[in-house]
């Protein structure tokens, strides 16, 4: 799919299935509902069990897997071209379990007075906290993309020893935040995403302006600089970008790992490695995906449900290895 006709015949088969795939999402479930239910819910709503299930669980759920998963799918595409790396993503990179050790002090400290507007600085903080840690640890005496994942890999470690530690010890006051802590889109509310939606759109707006500067980036540091690339402004707008989009969406639905590995690299396949089309199928895939794995997760052990974050896990583990192996191959 290398024409541009292609390409936008692939992004509007992508918003259908995105779509489609949402409709299903709200539809089916522990109860089944029509089409006709959701009409009814928003055009007649009676305060009934099946519209209030419908209106406050079902279509918040989708429209907070839609946004998270586009957020981390292409916080993973830049984060691959910007470090050179193409295992890197915000979960591998200790990014999210940054923001969520963060999130996880606080709720020890604040317990339940904790708001989400609060969650979402702190996320914030987290996640910058973290970034710097491994650009720190990573970028001396160079900026070496290995040095920076095996940096990655330490801070990812340390934080989810410490965040299992603190939740060991604190087994009361952080009994409710287990299900979030292993990634969960499960009643979030709608409220909870349109706090952290003008984040997410900043980022997505941040990245999708840099996809020119990105396509220079990859031809490697001294041809971009000969291109006139002002290199450490678009990594500092790239990192702003990704602390954004991981930070906003660690702290409404929880570390939910390799969504950002597994999209950019299917995306691949269908659009190059031009960002300018990359970034945008990365988002709808993104979406597409997670929405689609918490639909899956509904049904392993109904009635109870499985977290996302298992089932993204259980993707992208597979995934991992075999990005790995195929790049030791190559060298």
């Known amino acids: 799919m290398r024409s541009r006709r ?22 089916f479930g522990l109860q089944q509902f029509g089409l006709h239910d959701i009409w009814m819910a928003y055009r007649h709503f009676d305060g009934s069990n099946e519209h209030l299930i419908l209106t406050t669980t079902r279509v918040p759920r989708t429209l907070t897997a839609a946004a998270v998963g586009a957020s981390l799918a292409v916080a993973g595409a830049v984060m691959q071209v910007m470090t050179r790396n193409p ?31 609060s969650m979402i600085w702190i996320a914030f903080a987290g996640a910058i906290v973290a970034s710097v840690c491994v650009y720190a640890l990573g ?9 920076l994942t095996l940096a990655g890999a330490a801070i990812a470690a340390f934080s989810s020893s410490v965040t299992s530690g603190l939740m060991l010890v604190h087994k009361q006051s952080l009994e409710s935040a287990l299900f979030w802590m292993i ?3 499960s009643g979030r509310r709608l409220d909870h995403l349109l706090i952290v939606l003008p984040y997410l759109a900043a980022g997505l707006l941040i990245a999708f302006l840099l996809s020119n500067a990105l396509n220079i980036m990859a031809l490697g ?19 702003l970008s990704v602390i954004l989009l991981a930070g906003g969406s660690v702290s409404v639905a929880g570390p939910i790992a390799f969504v950002g590995l597994v999209v950019p690299h ?5 659009t190059g490695n031009d960002h300018r089309w990359l970034l945008p199928y990365c988002a709808l895939t993104g979406a597409a ?42 060298e």
């Open 6 to 27: 292609s390409k936008v015949t692939g992004l509007g088969i992508g918003l259908i299935g995105l779509a489609a795939v949402m409709v299903c999402s709200v539809l």
């Open 87 to 117: 295992i890197a993503s915000p979960s591998v990179f200790g990014i999210n379990s940054g923001a969520a050790l963060f999130i996880v002090i606080a709720i020890v400290a604040f317990g339940s007075s904790l708001t989400m507007g």
């Open 139 to 147: 970028a001396g005496g160079g900026y070496d993309p290995i040095r």
């Open 183 to 185: 990634g969960s889109v």
């Open 221 to 239: 540091d001294d041809n971009a600089k000969g291109l006139g690339q002002r290199l450490m402004r678009v990594r500092l707008l790239c990192t």
């Open 266 to 270: 299917l995306c691949r396949y269908l």
């Open 289 to 330: 995906l997670l929405v689609a794995a918490d639909l899956a997760s509904r049904f392993v052990l109904m009635p109870k449900e499985v977290p996302v974050g298992v089932a993204t896990a259980l993707i992208g583990v597979p995934f991992l290895i075999r990005v790995s192996r195929r790049k030791r191959h190559a």
